[in-house]
């Protein structure tokens, strides 16, 4: 599939993500290893877009399982559909004479009864959940499991079996066995340390805010419209406010959508002015945006930012209403 | 390349970092698959696959560096000297043997186990001394220390042993003056100076290395070739044996520090990273005992949410009509913990350890609140949610929050909780104090935290004093002890992980 680490880099940058070699390295490895690959790092510096993206550039499917708290195998890897099973023993209660015949005493009657058991209990009957879709999938699929360290303990418990040996044990049919292994990615947002025996199956890999060089590249990517002098001096105010002590800092994803508020603005440049009007975008918290005004030099009083109510006299504040609408990230 | 990656590997363990063999296993597939044509992709790869916690990249980093620095700075050596021997050499430097990359490892590993054997004798020397008189506060130590420097002087006949001993004895005296108040036990330094190693290297080390060289199968030409230029190569090896010394004292140095540190809790300053996962583990084993601790199941109750599998089962009878439905619903999913630490002077050791346990406990858990108290009680939740641990654990003490320097007095704190924070508890709370119940005369005040009890499920007291030194001075601990559900005695991290055993097992 991939030859090398740099073919990983090309098809990775066909699908617009920009990656460093130590990024592209690990991706080779787990393709050619056929290991799960637990990607770390803050939030929005990438880390689902990866596993989109390397579904793209593999020209794979992507299954996708969201981790939440209580999620369990029934949600995750498979579940017996129990409505369909009582249908078929209704539909089927008429058939049961015939299929018994004339037999001779319940022994006999039973015996017979037990050779059909198996009908409910069979793969017709069960709802592949997306780990088990990834498992009996014909081409193998990328499988994403999105913010692990949200789920419970227990959960990383069943999930070891499948990462060691992609397999899954149902104890009424056996253990599915995946015929190619599929390409597992697990995010973790670090809100939790993840248990010693699910990092020891998986590469890790570590992923942070990235170099300017990098964003600035990620910036001409995914935001066309912003001109060179503009996309650079917003890298640069960016990676100076990560610098800061923030609660939050901003990602790319939030580098992204001020950006695209500065194209619809019509920006020529960054000045103190516009960066405390858009500050919202990128700084989440009220102290957070009183640090990053102190920093740019900007009157440190007016924090309410997110909360204030568009009157409509002021060009400026249609960005409040359009940051608003624009706040789901696209990292 | 296997003994290279194992010897890494193990200098990676020494250093507390955890690789499991599965893991050392896969470094060397992953090394196959990329070669090991570029640095930087051989570190990239040995790194995604060796390395699985953040806190331990910086070390593999370090480590990886001053590791396979080794070679390099050998080439560059051999290389130096080949120019001045061997200007006429038809191209066919001596540094191949050392620098070839597949056969590398022979001299790295050889000279490698023979320099180990030595220091680690030596070591063993330090070690006993560095032990025994530890607990000595008086001259004894540093005479008997100086004893051993003088053997040791006499053993090496070097020149400069005589000020690095003086040195040495100094620097142990300024660490004991800088510590003496809280750890009179330290007094060891962590010099080494004492691995010196007499370097003249023999003609038998040098057939030594042939003969290994012999054993990997190495190119017979090769052999011949090294063999023919023995000489230059003699020449050079002490200073090769020097450098790696040098390089082998950094990977070694941390060692003994960890050593020691795991003996005294007060070290608590230094707390690695080891420590902090064995106290995250055992955190998480109390967590699962204490009542109202998560659980992942649902259970059948009245309210809730129905669950339609165990509905169709209950009402097959019914021929599927659901009469009768099933609800379920998660039962007490997480503990609602609040602590209430003492910080006071008397107990200012302990309250470090105690505030990287809440620390952990608060990332653990998301139900946790957090109180300090010395006279007064603050809450200090928010540190510990939004700063690191170590900054959140300084701002505790930096005075902002409260006095930490003024006398403990539990029962005002008691009283000042109850009459503020009293709507914290709940019937689902479980209470964790942590202090040492000193009131230094003050009333004890235990209608306050009886009040305080009875408004949570369960309190447990963590204190760092053993029962028979509750007699000892004005300790409040007996009266508060018929309060509290139970108390646990804890100074260290093993303590922590044995009280974590038993509740496990009065449960089971």
Known sequence: ?331 | MDTVINDFVQVLRRHQVRVSPAESLDALHALEQTGLGERGVVRDTLRTTLVKNLDDIETFDRLFDLYFSLRPMAEKRTAKLDVHDHDHDQGQPTSMEFGEDADGAAPDSEEHSHEDSENTEFRRHFDEDKMRPSEDIHGEADKMRLSIFSQELILNRKPGALDQALQRITHQLKLRRARGMFSPGDLVSHGDGGQELPLDVSATDFQGLVDHLHDLDVDESLIRQLEEQSEEILRGLPQLIEQMVECQKKLEKKKDDSALMRRSLRKIFDYSPAEQRETEAAIRRIARQIHGAKTRRLKQDRTGHISVPHTLRRNVRYEGIPFKPVLRRHHEKRPRVVMLCDVSMSTRNMSRFWLHMVYQMQSLFSKVRTFVFVADVAEVTQFFEESSMDRAVDQVFSGRVLDADVNSDFGKAAEQFRNEYLPALNHRTTLVILGDGRNNGKPPNAAALEEITQHVRQTVWITPEPKWGWSLGSCDMPLYELLCDRVEVVRSVDQLAGVAEELVRVRS
């Open chain 1, 1 to 331: 599939m991939f030859e090398s680490i740099e073919e990983v880099r090309e098809r990775l940058a066909e699908q617009e993500y920009v990656c460093d070699r130590r990024l592209a390295t690990v991706v080779y490895l787990a393709m050619k290893l056929d290991k799960p690959v637990l990607v770390e790092g803050p939030a929005g510096v990438g880390k689902t877009e990866l596993a989109k993206s390397l579904a793209g550039a593999a020209d794979r499917s992507l299954i996708r399982l969201q981790c939440y708290e209580g999620l369990d195998e029934a949600k995750a890897l498979y579940e017996w559909e129990y409505g369909k099973q009582l249908l078929y023993t209704q539909v089927l209660r008429e058939k049961i004479g015939e299929v018994l015949g004339p037999t001779e005493g319940l022994r006999e009657a039973a015996a017979k009864l037990r050779e059909q058991e198996d009908v409910f209990f069979s793969e017709n009957f069960l709802v592949e959940r997306p780990i088990l879709q990834a498992i009996t999938s014909e081409t193998p699929p990328v499988l994403l499991l999105d913010e692990i360290d949200r789920a419970d303990e227990e959960f990383e418990a069943f999930l070891l079996e499948f990462l060691s040996d992609y397999q899954v044990s149902i104890p009424e049919i056996g253990t599915v066995e995946a015929e190619h292994a599929p390409v597992v990615i697990l995010t973790s947002n670090r809100t939790r340390e993840l248990s010693e025996a699910l990092k020891r199956r998986c590469l890790h890999l570590q992923i942070d805010y990235p170099s300017p060089e990098v964003e600035l590249e990620i910036v001409r990517l995914k935001a066309p419209g912003v001109g060179d002098a503009l996309a650079k001096e917003l890298v640069e105010t960016i990676q100076e406010i990560r610098a800061l002590d923030l609660r939050k800092s901003p990602s790319i994803g939030e580098t992204l959508d001020w950006a695209r508020s500065l194209v619809v603005l019509g920006a020529p440049t960054l000045d103190k002015d516009l960066i405390e009007e858009t500050l919202s975008v990128i700084v989440k918290y009220d102290r957070d945006a009183e640090k990053v005004l102190a920093h740019v030099g900007g009157s440190p009083d007016r924090k309410d930012l997110g909360q204030k109510v568009p009157t409509g006299e002021n060009p400026h504040e249609a960005m409040y209403e359009m940051h608003r609408s624009t706040h789901k990230h696209t990292h």
